[in-house]
């Protein structure tokens, strides 16, 4: 019985370090030329969020899925134009109040749970992760040193 327990608390160990040190690639099948995010407000009153842009070059076709930033997954926009290609990710960071605030109690039943998710990676603010699909599996890259550009504002809709 002893021996049982041993086991499984070291295959759980085993388990909590593998999930914790994900191997990054060191030389992925494109080149990162320049990595900007900018703040951005307005548009909707209370709207506000990031915008990641990283331009990169690649001799290959690449498919790209998410991008790890700011404590938050979002999957990739890819625009590529005759002199670029861009990854686009457009982060969110407004809370949009969907619960239901009521004096009887009974009315906030309808209430979501609210999932809480651990973020798989430990980033420094200026750093992101980007996860790509080669040949069926999933690879991530570490970008570092991303720069932060000025704040954009837009300005609100137009009052009917």
Not at 76 to 82: C, D, G, L, S, W
Not at 117 to 142: C, H, M, R, W
Request: aromatic letters at 12%; proline letters at 6%.
């Amino acid at each position: 019985m002893n021996a049982l327990k041993n086991l499984s608390v070291i295959a759980i160990a085993f388990l909590f370090y593998q999930c914790g040190s994900a191997k990054f690639e060191e030389k992925p099948p494109f080149t990162i030329t320049s990595a900007v995010y900018n703040n951005w407000s307005g548009g909707q009153p209370g709207e506000k969020g990031s915008i990641l842009n990283i331009t990169y070059t690649s001799n290959y076709i690449i498919k790209f899925d998410s991008v790890y930033f700011l404590k938050k997954i979002q999957k990739i926009e890819v625009v590529k134009t005759k002199d670029k290609k861009l990854i686009t990710a457009n982060f969110v960071t407004s809370a949009k109040p969907d619960i239901i605030l009521d004096v009887n109690a009974s009315n906030e039943m309808a209430n979501p749970v609210p999932e809480i998710k651990k973020f798989p990676f430990e980033l420094n603010q200026n750093d992101a992760i980007i996860s790509y699909i080669v040949k069926g599996k999933t690879k991530y890259y570490k970008i570092k040193g991303i720069k932060k550009g000025k704040s954009i504002f837009y300005p609100s809709a137009p009052k009917r």
